[in-house]
């Protein structure tokens, strides 16, 4: 869908993966322009754990929690939890294309704006 939408996009299995992606794109000083984690990966670390160690070294990257679940904590109070946003599965693009509306604006609809 994002990249539908003209976003250069990268994925990973797993929070570990996602660290090193947005850790190794901050080193090359091509950052992501945001995140979408999932709150809960099987066999794996989750976006709820992911998004501590991403802190630690990348406090303004938007960090958009996501899930198939509504009704928990992370979801309700995303900010409380070093979350940005939140954005519920199934994604729908009018709400994807709104979620980054509201926080890049402009910058949302640039086709040569990456996101990672």
Do not use: Q, W
Not at 43 to 50: H, K, Q
Not at 60 to 84: E, I, M, N, Q, R
């Amino acid at each position: 869908m994002l990249g539908g939408m003209g976003y250069d996009v990268d994925y990973a299995v797993n929070g570990n993966e996602a660290i090193d992606l947005v850790h190794n794109a901050a080193e090359l000083k091509k950052p992501f322009l945001a995140i979408i984690m999932d709150l809960t990966i099987p066999g794996g670390m989750g976006g709820r754990e992911a998004i501590e160690k991403i802190r630690e070294t990348e406090k303004d990257l938007p960090a958009f929690v996501s899930s198939g679940y509504s009704d928990g904590p992370v979801l309700a109070h995303p900010a409380d939890y070093k979350f940005t946003d939140r954005i519920g599965k199934p994604f729908i693009k009018a709400e994807l294309a709104n979620l980054f509306s509201r926080h890049f604006g402009d910058k949302s609809s640039a086709v040569d704006t990456a996101l990672k």
